[in-house]
């Protein structure tokens, strides 16, 4: 998650289109680690599939996409940077929160 948000800030700082292609592959891979290592937890953990996981998902898409976005549409990195946080502090929240809806590891 770190190296994806790491990415996905560099494509804000440096909409470059001839960094374009690079950018978009890496943060695709790191897409699609984080989101085959968070399926790999959540069936070792035997949860099921409980509201804090489709949230993490939404979140997890939302991140994916929006470093394409940064390169189509420049104009809005603003918003994007902003949209981009608040996922991520959404996903945060929800470690600390799943509880409290009965998702915890019990």
Known sequence: MVLLTAFLF???ANPDPKNKMK?????GI???L???GGFG????????FPWWII???VCWLGLASISGLAYRKPQRIPLLTVVAIALIL?????????HVAGGSYE
């Open 23 to 27: 950018t978009l592959c890496v943060t």
């Open 34 to 36: 984080m989101l085959i």
């Open 10 to 12: 560099q494509a804000f």
């Open 90 to 98: 959404t996903a945060i929240v929800t470690v600390y929160f799943r």
């Open 55 to 57: 949230v993490k998902l």
């Open 30 to 32: 790191f897409a699609v």
């Open 41 to 48: 937890l959540v069936a070792t953990m035997k949860v099921g």
